[in-house]
């Protein structure tokens, strides 16, 4: 129940390494970013509005991941002015597709793109901000579930926690009447080891679940990877499906590092039978 | 305060560490024992003090306490009817590892553990029942303690 | 198992007639409906202001849903289903109802994946809490099968069995018709003969349907069945088509090779909780829910609040929930049941075992959907084959307790709508 | 076995109640007092001593707490609440005049006519002294069907113990109560050691007269039973109430699972022989 608050709740919206997507989510709450804006002070929010007000802040949104030594710095300084941190998407809370880097040769990188790469001051990761600092609530996917950014900015107006689910995705396709494609088509599906949140959308539109919302609670990636290869999928085609939003996810990390030497070990094999 | 021999055996008997031994058992921790009665508040004995004696508390409670820098003393355990206090003398050197204190009035049996020492060293029967009585006195303590260190009442919020 | 799941006096709801004792147990001599004129039933039930739900090819499977007509139903098709593994293949002949029960089951439509259960509307500085009371849907269930009706007998004992009556469940089921077809062909997952649930229809059917050729021979199962039947051109089934049902029920019985034993299953079970084995099973469960998702007869669910923004309007939403997610059970709000391993052995015993101690019959029909939406292909009857060889010999327990690794830590905090007593 | 609470009645159905009083009794816990809003719904309330209901706050959600009260209080609930999840953070915040929803009252109770002329010991740990207290009103207002009756209370320190301000009057009705705590300074004058360590030295005037019943931490519990035991009570005489999340309080939704039981419908009170076998088995 909503105790009268004596002024609203500060919130701010941060952002790292991201595409400014998850933020967005916020400004596609059309109808009901009024009933928002009205429970909150949105005293910072870069994307919205040139109008910035010093913290400290209540609520913090944070979005994006930590890529260089200034980020790994600023974050922080947000921990120190916010009361609650809320990590939202896949960037903040694993890493992002940026961390694809993690396996990367950055030097190189560096060199390839930039034209003067000393002037370039980056880390040679992208982590999740839970990494650098102590965070309170997480919001998965990629980009996030807008009714779940509503849900955690009220709950957290209310005093409450958020109910934020920790099954996996198969959960929300049954209850879609949603059939498991794995198992009628055979289409790889990271559903039964992705936490729900995104309300299933993918597997309903015949397309097998890439594992936005990153790992589910006790998601037992090996049984589904070992399931994936018995059924006659290749360890190069399956590298990319762990290998994206959530790459540095650790269930999914220790997964695809598997995949990657089991591939490479195939095409060991490969290039022996051309020689 | 004394006591007519049969009365202490008696009196002995009726406690439950001695629940269940014999006659001739009794007689021989008997010898070695005596009546207390004292006030609350009492010392028995002090942490890092030699005692000699055993107590097998009657009635009354006695606290075991122990001085930590800066807390003060720290009550660790309150010993009730039935409980023995002090068994360190029996078993090592008799420097006591806790202080004992009577919270009310008390009656105690003391018994002498150098006397009772003697008297298992010359009736080794008589020593493995008592040490197999003393085992199972500290074993409980043991357990109620690992209960304790549990800590089951402690606060477990909900993780958020 | 000490008695058989197969549930002989199934609850009132589909008898509703006084004389249903004729038609139990003493089986009426079959009729027959040709082909041309399932429509007309189907006709008929719409006309008496049913929606008729069956099987259709929807989502490259046979699953249930509203129909309008006999076009609808999955003529010419079927399916192959292994552990794990489920396709839609078509038949080479015109039958409607050559399938084995698939990825939906009838309890979605009795027991909804989602239903308001209650609302609460603020009035005031005060709450006015009321009961969701909207009238349910009036269904008639076409091509249930005989393990499903045994399923469906189970949630009777489940909603509406107890002190307490589930309000939601019993508006649905007084108002569902079933039309029951028997199975003439059974998948490798199927194991009813084990479970004593089939493979032909019992009992709890207003009719039974046994598709040939040529039609359909006919079982009337109640008084209200009789009713639907009575303005159909049904005639007394000749002796080739009695035959030709009799052989394509055979079929069904022969072609259920899987077996369970379920010889005092109960006690062999809650004997084995301390089992390595549940660590061994818990390597390859991915605790994802489906099998729980797809079991006709599990009925687990949470209340969770669905508001508005200024919070004064507030529905209390009742979902399909499972054993299998992390935070469904909690102690002071820590998960009780915090590895895969406890979780898969809730599962299996609940339903092979407490179930007889809660609802005094299995909570297993042997239709066989946990093995094959199982994504890994997970057989519980396997799994119950080897408890049983360990139960037999504690030396084979002592090598798996040796070679059995541990599940998967715990990464994230779970989040909790209610929580224990204060 | 629980009885239906209202016959007839949809038990989805929330009562609306209103706060009329609270008690705060220690950090983080505190005792409501609920009126029914509807004067049809309060003639008919009744619960028995061990009981629980489900307490509702729109918005947030059902939470199962335990009925603390007087049984014979007809006018008036007392449940005893601790600020331990979002719903009882949302409870223990609400003020006076505030109004939330009421199912229940729900399962299984304490054995107080099977305790009638016997010797009773009620071990209470914690937050866990709560849903015994009904049994202490009913047993004192009914002083002269029972014999002995021993309260062991324990606590983490005595700042957490509970109800202390009722003690003395229980004391003056013939109630034998030992409070003992986990740690204390030198001003406790009370015991120090856990429940199971006085129950060892209890005096028990005959042990195969003595009925004993236990709530608190599980491990407290289990440790409370083999003690027990091992004094020479009856397995069959010990009771304990068992706690794991509810959602629909009516056997239906499945969250409350323990081994055969649903803690709602054959719980929270069980008699000790019916969990001996599983309750030490982990994660069940």
Same mark, same amino acid.
């Given at each position: 129940m909503t105790h009268a608050p004596t002024r609203k709740p500060r919130l701010a919206v941060f952002k790292f390494a991201s595409c400014d997507g998850c933020q967005l989510s916020l400004l596609d709450c059309e109808d009901e970013l009024l009933t928002v804006a009205g429970l909150v002070e949105i005293a910072m929010f870069p994307e919205a509005s040139s109008r910035m007000q010093p913290g400290p802040w209540d609520i913090a949104l944070v979005e994006g991941s930590i890529t260089t030594p200034h980020d790994a710095e600023r974050i922080r300084q947000v921990r120190r002015d916010c009361t609650t941190v809320v990590t939202i998407g896949a960037c903040a809370t694993a890493g992002?597709?940026?961390?694809?880097r993690n396996w990367g040769q950055h030097e190189e990188f560096l060199r390839c793109v930039y034209a003067r790469p000393e002037y370039i001051s980056s880390l040679s990761t992208s982590t999740a901000i839970a990494e650098h600092i102590p965070v309170d609530y997480e919001l998965r996917g990629c980009p996030v579930n807008r009714q779940q950014l509503l849900e955690v900015i009220l709950a957290l107006v209310a005093g409450r926690k958020p109910r934020l689910p920790a099954h996996s995705v198969c959960l929300d396709c049954k209850r879609k009447g949603t059939v498991c494609i794995e198992v009628s088509r055979g289409v790889p599906c990271l559903g039964p080891i992705t936490q729900a949140g995104c309300g299933a959308i993918c597997p309903s539109f015949d397309r097998g679940c890439y594992g936005c919302f990153g790992p589910a609670l006790q998601a037992n990636c090996g049984s589904l990877t070992n399931h994936f290869l018995d059924t006659g999928s290749a360890p190069k085609t399956l590298l990319p499906l762990l290998r994206n939003y959530n790459a540095a996810a650790p269930a999914f990390r220790e997964q695809s590092d598997r995949l990657e030497q089991l591939a490479q070990a195939v095409s060991g094999k490969v290039d022996s039978a051309v020689e | 305060m004394t006591l007519d021999a049969p009365n202490l055996l008696k009196m002995l008997a009726s406690t439950r560490f001695a629940e269940g031994l014999t006659h001739q058992d009794l007689q021989s921790l008997g010898r070695a024992a005596r009546l207390l009665e004292v006030p609350a508040g009492h010392v028995l004995f002090r942490e890092g003090q030699r005692e000699d004696a055993v107590f097998v508390v009657f009635s009354g409670h006695v606290r075991l306490s122990m001085k930590v820098p800066g807390r003060g003393d720290i009550t660790i355990l309150t010993a009730g009817p039935g409980d023995l206090v002090g068994w360190s003398g029996l078993i090592s050197d008799?420097?006591?590892t806790a202080t004992a204190t009577t919270t009310d009035f008390c009656r105690l049996l003391a018994l002498s553990s150098t006397q009772l020492k003697q008297s298992c060293d010359a009736d080794p029967q008589l020593g493995y029942v008592l040490m197999k009585r003393l085992a199972q006195v500290i074993s409980r303590r043991l357990v109620a303690t690992r209960i304790q260190l549990l800590d089951v009442f402690a606060e477990r919020r909900n993780h958020s | 198992m000490t008695e058989s799941a197969a549930v002989p006096g199934i609850v009132a709801p589909a008898m509703n007639s006084g004389d249903s004792s004729d038609f139990i147990g003493n089986r009426r001599p079959e009729s027959f409906l040709l082909r041309d004129d399932l429509q007309l039933l189907m006709r008929r039930l719409q006309e008496d202001g049913y929606t008729i739900v069956g099987p259709k090819v929807d989502q490259d499977a046979i699953v249930y849903g509203e129909l309008t007509g006999v076009s609808d139903l999955p003529q010419g098709w079927t399916d192959q289903q292994q552990p794990g593994k489920y396709r839609l293949v078509p038949r080479d002949d015109q039958r409607m109802f050559g399938y084995v029960p698939g990825p939906h089951s009838w309890k979605q439509f009795l027991f909804p994946p989602s239903a308001i259960v209650a609302t609460a509307q603020r009035v005031g500085s005060s709450w006015q809490m009321s009961t969701q009371d909207e009238p349910a849907p009036r269904y008639a269930f076409l091509g249930v099968r005989s393990c499903e009706l045994s399923a469906i007998a189970i949630q009777d004992k489940v909603f509406l069995g107890g002190a307490f009556v589930d309000p939601h469940y019993e508006q649905r089921r007084d108002a569902v018709l079933l039309i029951a077809v028997n199975c003439t062909q059974a998948a490798p997952v199927c194991f009813c003969t084990s479970m004593k649930t089939g493979p032909r229809c019992q009992s709890g059917f207003d009719l039974a349907l046994t598709e040939i050729d040529t039609g359909f021979l006919v079982e009337i199962g109640s008084e209200r069945g009789r009713l639907l039947v009575e303005a159909l051109p049904l005639r007394p089934a000749v002796s080739e088509e009695i035959r030709a049902g009799e052989r394509g029920r055979a079929d069904a019985e022969r072609q259920v090779t899987k077996q369970m034993n379920t010889e005092g299953l109960h006690d062999l079970l809650l004997e084995q909780l301390k089992s390595p084995h549940w660590e061994t099973v818990a390597e390859r469960c991915l605790s994802c829910t489906n099998c729980t998702m797809v079991c006709p007869t599990c009925f687990c669910s949470s209340v969770t609040e669905v508001s508005d923004l200024s919070g004064d309007r507030v529905q209390r939403e009742r979902q399909w929930d499972s054993c299998?997610?992390?935070?469904?059970s909690r102690v002071n709000g820590i998960p009780s049941r915090d590895s895969i391993s406890s979780r898969y052995r809730q599962w299996l015993t609940h339903k092979l075992a407490t179930w007889q101690d809660q609802f005094g019959t299995s909570g297993c029909v042997g239709c066989g959907r946990c093995i094959t939406w199982c994504p890994p292909g997970i057989d519980l009857t396997e799994e119950v084959r080897t408890l049983r060889q360990l139960a037999e010999s504690p030396q084979l327990t002592a090598a798996i307790g040796e070679t059995a690794s541990s599940s998967l830590p715990p990464n994230t905090a779970p989040q909790n709508t209610t929580e224990g007593r204060g | 076995m629980a009885a239906t609470c209202e016959p007839n009645q949809n038990p989805w159905l929330s009562h609306s109640v209103r706060i009329a009083g609270i008690t705060r009794e220690i950090p983080g816990v505190l005792t409501l007092d609920l009126e029914f809003e509807d004067s049809a719904r309060a003639a008919t309330w009744a619960f028995r001593p061990g009981q629980f209901t489900m307490l509702y706050v729109p918005g947030v959600g059902e939470s199962a707490i335990s009925i603390s009260g +007087? =049984? =014979? +209080?007809?006018?008036r609930i007392r449940q005893t609440i601790r600020d331990a999840g979002n719903v009882t953070h949302s409870l223990t915040g609400l003020p006076i005049g505030a109004t939330i929803g009421l199912r229940g009252p729900f399962g299984s109770s304490w054995p107080v006519d099977e305790c009638r002329g016997r010797d009773v010991i009620l071990v209470a740990g914690g937050i866990g002294l709560a849903p015994l207290r009904p049994v202490i009103y009913h047993m004192l207002h009914h002083r002269q069907q029972y014999q002995e009756l021993t309260l062991i209370v324990g606590a983490r320190d005595p700042a957490l113990l509970l109800y202390p301000g009722e003690f003395e009057h229980w004391r003056t009705q013939g109630l034998n109560i030992i409070p003992t705590v986990d740690h204390a300074d030198e001003s406790w004058r009370g015991g120090v050691g856990v429940v199971t360590t006085v129950l060892e030295r209890l005096w028990l005037r005959s042990p195969a007269e003595t009925m004993l019943m236990t709530c608190g931490p599980e491990v407290m519990m289990w440790y409370t039973m083999q003690t027990a035991l091992g004094r020479g009570i009856p397995a069959g005489s010990l009771f304990l109430s068992m706690e794991r999340n509810m959602n629909c309080a009516i056997a239906l939704c499945g969250h409350c699972q323990f081994g055969p039981y649903f803690l709602c419908r054959e719980g929270p009170v069980f008699r000790f022989e019916q969990l001996r076998s599983i309750l030490r088995i982990d994660d069940l």
């Amino acid at each position: 129940m909503t105790h009268a608050p004596t002024r609203k709740p500060r919130l701010a919206v941060f952002k790292f390494a991201s595409c400014d997507g998850c933020q967005l989510s916020l400004l596609d709450c059309e109808d009901e970013l009024l009933t928002v804006a009205g429970l909150v002070e949105i005293a910072m929010f870069p994307e919205a509005s040139s109008r910035m007000q010093p913290g400290p802040w209540d609520i913090a949104l944070v979005e994006g991941s930590i890529t260089t030594p200034h980020d790994a710095e600023r974050i922080r300084q947000v921990r120190r002015d916010c009361t609650t941190v809320v990590t939202i998407g896949a960037c903040a809370t694993a890493g992002g597709i940026q961390s694809l880097r993690n396996w990367g040769q950055h030097e190189e990188f560096l060199r390839c793109v930039y034209a003067r790469p000393e002037y370039i001051s980056s880390l040679s990761t992208s982590t999740a901000i839970a990494e650098h600092i102590p965070v309170d609530y997480e919001l998965r996917g990629c980009p996030v579930n807008r009714q779940q950014l509503l849900e955690v900015i009220l709950a957290l107006v209310a005093g409450r926690k958020p109910r934020l689910p920790a099954h996996s995705v198969c959960l929300d396709c049954k209850r879609k009447g949603t059939v498991c494609i794995e198992v009628s088509r055979g289409v790889p599906c990271l559903g039964p080891i992705t936490q729900a949140g995104c309300g299933a959308i993918c597997p309903s539109f015949d397309r097998g679940c890439y594992g936005c919302f990153g790992p589910a609670l006790q998601a037992n990636c090996g049984s589904l990877t070992n399931h994936f290869l018995d059924t006659g999928s290749a360890p190069k085609t399956l590298l990319p499906l762990l290998r994206n939003y959530n790459a540095a996810a650790p269930a999914f990390r220790e997964q695809s590092d598997r995949l990657e030497q089991l591939a490479q070990a195939v095409s060991g094999k490969v290039d022996s039978a051309v020689e | 305060m004394t006591l007519d021999a049969p009365n202490l055996l008696k009196m002995l008997a009726s406690t439950r560490f001695a629940e269940g031994l014999t006659h001739q058992d009794l007689q021989s921790l008997g010898r070695a024992a005596r009546l207390l009665e004292v006030p609350a508040g009492h010392v028995l004995f002090r942490e890092g003090q030699r005692e000699d004696a055993v107590f097998v508390v009657f009635s009354g409670h006695v606290r075991l306490s122990m001085k930590v820098p800066g807390r003060g003393d720290i009550t660790i355990l309150t010993a009730g009817p039935g409980d023995l206090v002090g068994w360190s003398g029996l078993i090592s050197d008799g420097i006591m590892t806790a202080t004992a204190t009577t919270t009310d009035f008390c009656r105690l049996l003391a018994l002498s553990s150098t006397q009772l020492k003697q008297s298992c060293d010359a009736d080794p029967q008589l020593g493995y029942v008592l040490m197999k009585r003393l085992a199972q006195v500290i074993s409980r303590r043991l357990v109620a303690t690992r209960i304790q260190l549990l800590d089951v009442f402690a606060e477990r919020r909900n993780h958020s | 198992m000490t008695e058989s799941a197969a549930v002989p006096g199934i609850v009132a709801p589909a008898m509703n007639s006084g004389d249903s004792s004729d038609f139990i147990g003493n089986r009426r001599p079959e009729s027959f409906l040709l082909r041309d004129d399932l429509q007309l039933l189907m006709r008929r039930l719409q006309e008496d202001g049913y929606t008729i739900v069956g099987p259709k090819v929807d989502q490259d499977a046979i699953v249930y849903g509203e129909l309008t007509g006999v076009s609808d139903l999955p003529q010419g098709w079927t399916d192959q289903q292994q552990p794990g593994k489920y396709r839609l293949v078509p038949r080479d002949d015109q039958r409607m109802f050559g399938y084995v029960p698939g990825p939906h089951s009838w309890k979605q439509f009795l027991f909804p994946p989602s239903a308001i259960v209650a609302t609460a509307q603020r009035v005031g500085s005060s709450w006015q809490m009321s009961t969701q009371d909207e009238p349910a849907p009036r269904y008639a269930f076409l091509g249930v099968r005989s393990c499903e009706l045994s399923a469906i007998a189970i949630q009777d004992k489940v909603f509406l069995g107890g002190a307490f009556v589930d309000p939601h469940y019993e508006q649905r089921r007084d108002a569902v018709l079933l039309i029951a077809v028997n199975c003439t062909q059974a998948a490798p997952v199927c194991f009813c003969t084990s479970m004593k649930t089939g493979p032909r229809c019992q009992s709890g059917f207003d009719l039974a349907l046994t598709e040939i050729d040529t039609g359909f021979l006919v079982e009337i199962g109640s008084e209200r069945g009789r009713l639907l039947v009575e303005a159909l051109p049904l005639r007394p089934a000749v002796s080739e088509e009695i035959r030709a049902g009799e052989r394509g029920r055979a079929d069904a019985e022969r072609q259920v090779t899987k077996q369970m034993n379920t010889e005092g299953l109960h006690d062999l079970l809650l004997e084995q909780l301390k089992s390595p084995h549940w660590e061994t099973v818990a390597e390859r469960c991915l605790s994802c829910t489906n099998c729980t998702m797809v079991c006709p007869t599990c009925f687990c669910s949470s209340v969770t609040e669905v508001s508005d923004l200024s919070g004064d309007r507030v529905q209390r939403e009742r979902q399909w929930d499972s054993c299998f997610n992390v935070d469904f059970s909690r102690v002071n709000g820590i998960p009780s049941r915090d590895s895969i391993s406890s979780r898969y052995r809730q599962w299996l015993t609940h339903k092979l075992a407490t179930w007889q101690d809660q609802f005094g019959t299995s909570g297993c029909v042997g239709c066989g959907r946990c093995i094959t939406w199982c994504p890994p292909g997970i057989d519980l009857t396997e799994e119950v084959r080897t408890l049983r060889q360990l139960a037999e010999s504690p030396q084979l327990t002592a090598a798996i307790g040796e070679t059995a690794s541990s599940s998967l830590p715990p990464n994230t905090a779970p989040q909790n709508t209610t929580e224990g007593r204060g | 076995m629980a009885a239906t609470c209202e016959p007839n009645q949809n038990p989805w159905l929330s009562h609306s109640v209103r706060i009329a009083g609270i008690t705060r009794e220690i950090p983080g816990v505190l005792t409501l007092d609920l009126e029914f809003e509807d004067s049809a719904r309060a003639a008919t309330w009744a619960f028995r001593p061990g009981q629980f209901t489900m307490l509702y706050v729109p918005g947030v959600g059902e939470s199962a707490i335990s009925i603390s009260g +007087d =049984a =014979a +209080d007809t006018g008036r609930i007392r449940q005893t609440i601790r600020d331990a999840g979002n719903v009882t953070h949302s409870l223990t915040g609400l003020p006076i005049g505030a109004t939330i929803g009421l199912r229940g009252p729900f399962g299984s109770s304490w054995p107080v006519d099977e305790c009638r002329g016997r010797d009773v010991i009620l071990v209470a740990g914690g937050i866990g002294l709560a849903p015994l207290r009904p049994v202490i009103y009913h047993m004192l207002h009914h002083r002269q069907q029972y014999q002995e009756l021993t309260l062991i209370v324990g606590a983490r320190d005595p700042a957490l113990l509970l109800y202390p301000g009722e003690f003395e009057h229980w004391r003056t009705q013939g109630l034998n109560i030992i409070p003992t705590v986990d740690h204390a300074d030198e001003s406790w004058r009370g015991g120090v050691g856990v429940v199971t360590t006085v129950l060892e030295r209890l005096w028990l005037r005959s042990p195969a007269e003595t009925m004993l019943m236990t709530c608190g931490p599980e491990v407290m519990m289990w440790y409370t039973m083999q003690t027990a035991l091992g004094r020479g009570i009856p397995a069959g005489s010990l009771f304990l109430s068992m706690e794991r999340n509810m959602n629909c309080a009516i056997a239906l939704c499945g969250h409350c699972q323990f081994g055969p039981y649903f803690l709602c419908r054959e719980g929270p009170v069980f008699r000790f022989e019916q969990l001996r076998s599983i309750l030490r088995i982990d994660d069940l």
